[in-house]
């Protein structure tokens, strides 16, 4: 029996050095520990030993115990060691290793174009005004001096929703709206930027959907003049200061007199080339004196005061500030045409 109890105590000692999980661990001391083990099968058949014999075969069996136990221990803390370093080991982060790079966006050319006005002119003084889409018959052409049945409204083919509702063909009614909320009192410096809508076939240079910048100046003495500055210093900032402006005559029926703009080819200097079909001039606005019939119809003493309005389309302007030459570019979102203008930013 002596020699069984050293046995099982040189297997299981040998069985725990070369495991290597807890779980093995624990089998073990299940096996050779536990109720059914064998070390407790040998106790069980003590009975039958003398009473000389007994007390030195249960000192044996508990140091076979205590030494099992303790290999016990020893192996799982051990193992338990291990199991922590292994882990570090695998959730270690190497500082060293390159990045993953970070794909970072950038302003739509157009988004660009129109804050650059926008700055351009509140650094002017003016404030940025807006007015809805949807848009009401009234503002978008009566209240501009378009009555119905002008035949100047032809020149803007719409959308319309109802006899009365439409999609704004212009900002202009902004211009309107803005007067009209002051009830004919106080000078007025607005620019607004925004989508309008036009039953126009999309081509090279035109959309259905595009934006435009309106401007409005009211106050008393507003001059041709204050206009013409006005669009000089715009024209120069935005394309270069060796610039030159023209202002031809053009009909809106908004305006008295009213104008279109052009600036001398960025391209050739004004010399004449493709782009200024050989003018050496390049159309970028439409503009004029406010009617006095506007002026009147939103409440303001056209004897009093007067004023000056623009309307220009920021795309066509970022086309030749950035050599595009089509319009669907700035709408079909191709990353390979947005990616260029990263380098602006
Ligand atoms: C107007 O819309 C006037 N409301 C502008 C104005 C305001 C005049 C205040 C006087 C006083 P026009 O229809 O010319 O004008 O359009 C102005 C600009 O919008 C054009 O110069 C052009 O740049 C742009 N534009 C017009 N139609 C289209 C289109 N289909 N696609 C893209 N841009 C367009």
Not at 78 to 87: H, Y
Not at 152 to 169: G, K, N, P, V
Not at 217 to 241: C, P, Q
Not at 250 to 257: A, G, I, L, V, W
């Amino acid at each position: 029996m002596q020699e069984r109890l050293k046995e099982l105590q040189q297997e299981a000692i040998q069985k725990i050095e070369q495991s290597s999980s807890l779980k093995e661990l624990n089998d073990i001391r299940v096996a050779y520990l536990g109720k059914k083990g064998p070390i407790t099968e040998v106790l069980r058949g003590m009975g039958k030993l003398s009473a000389e014999e007994r007390p030195v075969m249960g000192a044996l069996a508990n140091e076979v115990r205590e030494a099992i136990a303790t290999t016990l221990e020893a192996k799982q803390k051990d193992l338990e060691e291990a199991a922590v370093l292994e882990k570090l080991a695998s959730e270690s982060i190497d500082v060293t290793l390159p990045g993953r790079p970070v794909k970072v966006g950038n302003h739509h050319p157009l988004t660009r174009i129109i804050e650059e006005i926008e700055d351009l002119f509140i650094g002017m003084g003016y404030q940025v005004a807006e007015g809805p889409e949807v848009e009401q018959d009234y503002y978008n052409f009566e209240a501009l001096n378009l009555p119905k049945g002008h035949p100047a409204r032809d020149m803007q083919d719409s959308f319309y929703i109802t006899e009365e509702i439409l999609l704004r063909t212009h900002t202009s009614p902004v211009q309107a709206r803005t007067m009209e909320k002051n009830q004919g009192k106080g000078p007025i410096k607005i620019i607004c930027p925004g989508k309008v809508y036009r039953r126009d076939n999309d081509d090279a240079t035109h959309s259905h959907q595009f934006m435009q910048i309106e401007g409005l100046v009211v106050g008393e003495n507003i001059r041709m003049s204050d206009l013409k500055g006005t669009l000089e210093v715009f024209a120069k900032k935005m394309f270069g200061e060796d610039r030159e402006i023209r202002l031809r005559p053009s009909f809106f029926p908004f305006t008295e007199p009213s104008v279109e703009m052009d600036i001398s080819c960025m391209i050739c200097g004004g010399h004449g080339c493709n782009v200024c079909k050989k003018t050496g001039w390049i159309e970028i606005l439409g503009a004029g004196m406010v009617h006095p019939n506007v002026l009147e119809m939103a409440g303001y003493d056209s004897k009093k005061y007067t004023g000056f309005a623009f309307g220009m389309g920021p795309e066509r302007i970022a086309m030749l500030k950035y050599g595009v030459d089509d319009i669907r570019h700035f709408y079909t979102n191709d990353v390979r045409f947005l990616k260029q203008f990263s380098k602006h930013e």
